[in-house]
């Protein structure tokens, strides 16, 4: 009887092995195996369930083991699955190509009956409007030209998780997001660090200006500017806005009716606040956009900022289709590892889509991952007919298959 072997196991091995890990052949077939599960298997993506789309009867504890036991740094696997992309990223994008880095933070939320799992806490979530049983992170993302590739992620962990090391361990979500600015390395000429309110404050605007990005964001209605030299937040300023101060601006399939305020704000001399407006007479809530580039006229500061969107679609892909919320290992290494190949499987399908995307009509990370379920089930009719024609009994070909008759 033949061995499976599914068809996409060779595109995530060549994948695998263009990382150059230095690892031993059984970690990195794990690796193999549980990318492959998490693309394939539909519903729960526990590690069971990862592992009994491997169709070769292995029991759950080997994935359990790999992530809680074997040495390798998932860490370093990031470092190498990160620069292998850029370097992709870097051979086929112009340099004259504008790049996007993303930041933002997610939450995993969990029910509260997983105490065991370490590091949860309650977080707020903005979907939810309350605090969520949860792990939280904050991760980076990269657009430029075609690419949109999931890049690191920080776990945040409250103060008093580290006990008398928090001093030295604590790092809050602005420190985090630094951390991950400090991290990138752009592969063009031109890089925009884009984050919403929670993350224009003047530190990590000013830390973005350090490394080279001009940022733009969100900000806050409670944001102080200087409107002719009197302080005053801009949602006050914007109810004294009438509309024939606004210009009409499209950006994307939108329309919008926007002041633009140039000048001083709280912790910058200089930077640009648009007030937006959907509607025409100026009774909906204004949003308020912040660019530290001036140069940058209305339209494309709000053209740029749309690519922040990109970050939200890769969250709710990681958590509908790769199952990055349905963990249930306990350790934060065993955690951290599975995230980690979850990244590796988003990464794998996004390259693979700006390859053959045209040829094989790819245009979302949701058309990659229904291809290569389609073409898991195609192997399985494959092994199937072989297995007929052979005359191999339906008992031994179920049993092969590791599924239940």
């Known amino acids: 009887m033949p061995e499976i072997i599914i068809e996409q196991n060779q595109n995530i091995s060549n994948y695998i092995n263009m990382l150059q890990l230095p690892y031993s052949s059984s970690i990195q077939n ?44 998932h860490e370093y696997v990031d470092h190498k699955r990160i620069s292998h992309s850029l370097h992709a990223v870097k051979k086929n994008v112009n340099q004259d190509a504008v790049g996007f880095l993303i930041v933002d933070d997610s939450l995993s939320k969990k029910d509260n009956s997983t105490k065991k799992i370490e590091g949860l806490d309650y977080h707020h ?59 990138f390395t752009p592969a063009t000429e031109t890089t925009y660090l884009l984050v919403d309110a929670w993350y224009t404050s003047g530190k990590l605007m ?19 500017i200087y409107p002719f030299g009197i302080k005053t937040s801009v949602k006050g300023f914007s109810t004294h806005i009438r509309k024939n101060e606004t210009c009409p601006v499209t950006a994307g399939d939108n329309k919008y009716y926007v002041y ?35 140069s940058l006229n209305t339209a494309i500061i709000l053209e740029y900022y749309q690519n922040r969107w990109d970050i939200e679609v890769s969250y709710r892909y990681h958590k509908n289709s790769l199952g ?27 390259l693979f889509r700006t390859s ?50």
């Not at 759950?60 to 390798?72: A, I």
């Not at 001083?264 to 956009?289: G, Q, R, T, Y």
């Open 125 to 183: 979530s903005h979907s939810d409007g309350k605090t969520m049983w949860s792990h939280c992170i904050v991760s980076s993302h990269y657009k430029v030209s075609e690419y949109s590739l999931p890049l690191n992620f920080k776990l945040y962990l409250r103060k008093q998780f580290f006990g008398k090391k928090a001093k030295r361990h604590f790092k809050n979500k602005h420190e985090l997001a630094m951390q991950l600015v400090d991290e």
């Open 356 to 405: 053959n995307g045209k040829t094989l009509k790819l245009k979302t990370i949701g058309d990659t991952v229904g291809y290569f379920r389609q073409q898991y089930m195609v192997e399985i009719a494959k092994f199937a007919y072989y297995c007929a024609a052979e005359g191999v009994s339906l008992e031994s070909m179920i049993s092969k298959l590791g599924i239940a008759a």
């Open 30 to 73: 794990h690796m193999l195996n549980m990318v492959s599960g998490i693309i394939t298997a539909e519903g729960n993506k526990n590690v069971s369930a990862i592992y009994r789309k491997l169709t070769c009867n292995r029991d759950r504890s080997c994935g359990s083991r790999f992530l809680g036991e074997y040495k390798w740094n």
């Open 324 to 350: 990055f919320d349905e963990y249930q290992v306990e350790s934060l290494t065993s955690i951290k590892r599975f995230w980690s190949m979850i990244f590796m499987a988003y990464t794998f399908l996004e």
């Open 260 to 294: 633009r305020y140039e000048g001083k704000i709280n912790d910058l001399e200089n930077a640009v606040i648009l007030m937006c407006w959907s509607k025409a007479d100026l009774s909906d809530k204004p949003a308020f956009i912040v660019s530290t580039d001036v």
């Open 206 to 224: 000013l830390h973005g200006l350090k490394r080279g990005y001009h940022t733009i964001g969100r900000v806050k209605s409670n944001r102080v």
